[in-house]
Nanobody
Framework: QVQLVESGGGLVQPGGSLRLSCAAS????????MGWYRQAPGKERELVAT???????YYADSVKGRFTIARDNAENTVYLQMSSLKPEDTAVYYC???????????????WGKGTLVTVSS
């Protein structure tokens, strides 16, 4: 079974920084794309950033230049460094990871439980 453990959310003032972490575990799984989504109150869940590994990364326009996604393949962990935070970044942030069982071609995406980020003075 795949487990995703998120951490790093909290309350921060506008202009501040936070780093989110998501550790994936599952001894019989290989992990592919890893990323972050967020859902603000009353809004749909949206993609924030994703990476397939190496130097490939995608960012939503709203976070480009402020957020950086990184992964540690040895630890199966993905990070989201958030800087210059704005009140509109307030949301529950969800980790999203693609995993496939060792020896199998196809897999599926798994979700973390979410961590709340509140940007407010």
């Amino acid at each position: 079974q795949v487990q995703l453990v998120e951490s790093g959310g909290g309350l921060v003032q506008p202009g501040g920084s936070l780093r989110l972490s998501c550790a994936a575990s599952g001894s019989t799984f290989n992990f592919g794309a890893m990323g972050w989504y967020r859902q603000a109150p009353g809004k749909e869940r949206e993609l924030v950033a994703t990476t397939t590994g190496g130097h490939n990364a995608y960012y939503a326009d709203s976070v480009k230049g402020r957020f950086t996604i990184a992964r540690d393949n040895a630890e199966n962990t993905v990070y989201l460094q958030m800087s210059s935070l704005k009140p509109e970044d307030t949301a529950v942030y969800y980790c999203n990871v693609y995993a496939s069982r060792v020896g199998y071609v196809s897999g599926m995406y798994y979700w973390g439980k979410g961590t709340l980020v509140t940007v407010s003075s």
